[in-house]
């Protein structure tokens, strides 16, 4: 399945934004979906995950409350809406799906090219 990631750009602090996640060549239905993301001089971070079905979702600590994350499988699209951002979630965001769910990238086989988020404060 080939993964893209796009919605990403400049939004002020406090502000919203939605990522968007779309597969082609399969079915997204059929994959677990996270996203991670990768400030300048870090290592990346797991943010959110939904399972296939979307009846479970998860989210890193410093996202949750803000960020919510959900799918339309139909579209083969996942999307994190992420609200109230802070300069610190300004990062390069990265979709990535399999069969099961996993916070960890290296239980990712599929990758989309990532998608840059940058806040003003």
């Known amino acids: 399945v080939q993964l893209q990631a796009f919605g990403g750009g400049l939004v002020q602090a406090g502000g919203s934004l939605t990522l968007s996640c779309a597969a082609s060549?399969?079915?997204?239905?059929?994959?677990?979906v996270a996203w991670f993301r990768q400030a300048p001089g870090k290592e990346r971070e797991f943010v959110a995950g939904i399972h296939w079905s979307g009846g479970s979702t998860y989210y890193a600590d410093s996202v949750k409350g803000r960020f919510t994350i959900s799918r339309d499988n139909a579209k083969s699209t996942v999307y994190p809406q992420m609200n109230s951002l802070k300069p610190e979630d300004a990062a390069v965001y990265y979709c990535a799906a399999d069969l099961y769910y996993r916070n960890t990238e290296n239980a990712y086989g599929y990758w989309g090219q990532g998608t840059q988020v940058t806040v003003s404060s």
């Open positions: 060549g399969r079915t997204l239905g059929n994959y677990a």
